[in-house]
C-alpha cells in the first residue's frame, strides 16, 4: 500500500528513555504537582522488586504514597472498579501505573473512574460504547514489559462483564510523562519477553500496511521492525544480561503503538481480540498465531512493502522477483515466533474448530469494525473463516 494523503494525528505523549531513568519518578511526580500518589500494580511486578525501585525515588523527595497491587491480567472491569474506589477513598491526586500492559491500562482507565461523583454507578459499557467522558488524575506510567505500548497509548483494551475483549478509548489517556526504562524489564520471563516483543513486531506491521499508512507511521514502523528484529531473539535468550537488546526492545514497544494510532490497527489485532472472546490465550499469541494467515491473504496488495519487511528482517531478497521477495516476509515472521517457541496454530492453544464461527460472530462486531476497514484488502465473513481455519 502507498502512503495514505489523508490527515492524521501525531499524539506521542512526554517519554523519558535511559537506563536508570525510573529514579527521576519523585522530581518528576513534583514538577507534574502530584501531592498524594497512588502506585498502581499487581503481584508480580511488587514480588519481582520492582515497585520497590519506585518507592525510593518517591521516599527521597518526601512524597506521600499508597500501593494498589490488586491488577490483573486483560483488564477485567471489576478491576477497574475496585482500583477507582480506592483511589477515591485514599483521597489520591497522582497515580503511578507500574506493570505491563494490563496493569497500565487499568490505571488509565481508573484514573478516569476515581473521579466519577459516585465510582459504583459510574456506568464502563458507556466508556466502551463512547470513550472515556473526561480527563481524569495525573498518571506516570513506567513500564515493566517491552511490547504493549499501553504507556503511551489512547486505548485500553478491557474485559467486559460477558468476558469479551473490547476497547475503551480515552482522549486524555496519555500520561503526563512515561518512564522507559530498560532496568525495569530486565528480568523479564523469557515467555513474556517473547510475547510483548512479537506484540511490538505486530503493532508496526499493521500501522506499516494499513491503509492509513503516511510518511510518519511508515517511519516509526519500519525503526520498529528493525529493532524487534535485531534485539528480540537477544533479549529472550539472555535478557537480564544484554542491556542493549532490552533497551531497543523498551523503545521498540512504546514506539509500536504508534505505529497503529498514526495509522491503523488491522486485521491481526482485531482477530486477536475476537479468538481472545472464546479461548484462554495471551493478547500476544491470538495475534501472533493469525499473523502469518494474514500476511498471505494481504499480501497480493502491499508486495513492495512486504518485500521491505522482508529485508529488514533479515532476508535475502536481491535479485529476486517482487513476489517472491514479499513472501520472503511471511517466512521470516515464520522464522522469528518458532525460535521464540510461540504457538503456531490455533489447534495449540487448545481451540475447537467449531469455534471458529463464532469467533467470526465477534470478529464482525461494529465495534470491530474499524480495523477490518483498514486492512489493506477488502475482508468478508468468508475470507475471515478461511483464514481462521489455515490458523488452526
Ligand atoms: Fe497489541
Known sequence: ???????????????????????NVGALVKKFGGRKILIVTDPGVVQAGLV??????????????????????????????????????????????????????TTKVASVVATADDVDQEDLGQYIAKGAPRRGLPRIHIPTTAGSGADVSLGSPVTDVDGAKKVIFGEH??????????????????RITADTGIDALIHAFEGYTSIKANVVSDMLSETVIKLVANNLRLAYGKGSNNLEARCNMAIAASLSIHCVLTASAILPHSMGHSLQSEVKCTHAVSCSIVLPHVMEFNLLVDQPKYARIAEMMGERVAGLPLRDAAQKAIEAVRKL???????????????????????????????????????????????????FEAAW
Open 337 to 387: 515466533t518458532m525460535d521464540l517457541g510461540m504457538p503456531q496454530r490455533l489447534r495449540d492453544i487448545g481451540m475447537k474448530k467449531e469455534q471458529i464461527p463464532r469467533v467470526v460472530d465477534v470478529l464482525f462486531a461494529p465495534v470491530n469494525m474499524w480495523r477490518i476497514n483498514s486492512n489493506p484488502r477488502d475482508c468478508s465473513r468468508e475470507d475471515a473463516t478461511k483464514i
Open 173 to 190: 489517556f496519555l500520561p503526563e510523562v512515561s518512564i522507559i526504562d530498560p532496568l525495569m524489564t530486565l528480568n523479564l520471563p523469557a
Open 52 to 105: 520497590e525501585k519506585v518507592k525510593q525515588p518517591l521516599e527521597k523527595e518526601g512524597i506521600e504514597f499508597g500501593i494498589f497491587d490488586g491488577c490483573e491480567p486483560d483488564v477485567p472491569v471489576h478491576v477497574i472498579k475496585k482500583c477507582a474506589q480506592f483511589t477515591k477513598e485514599g483521597n489520591y491526586d497522582f497515580m503511578i501505573g507500574v506493570g505491563g500492559g494490563s496493569t497500565i491500562d
Open 1 to 23: 500500500m502507498a502512503v495514505s494523503s489523508e490527515p492524521f494525528w501525531i499524539r506521542m505523549p512526554n517519554m523519558l528513555v535511559g537506563t536508570g531513568t525510573v529514579d
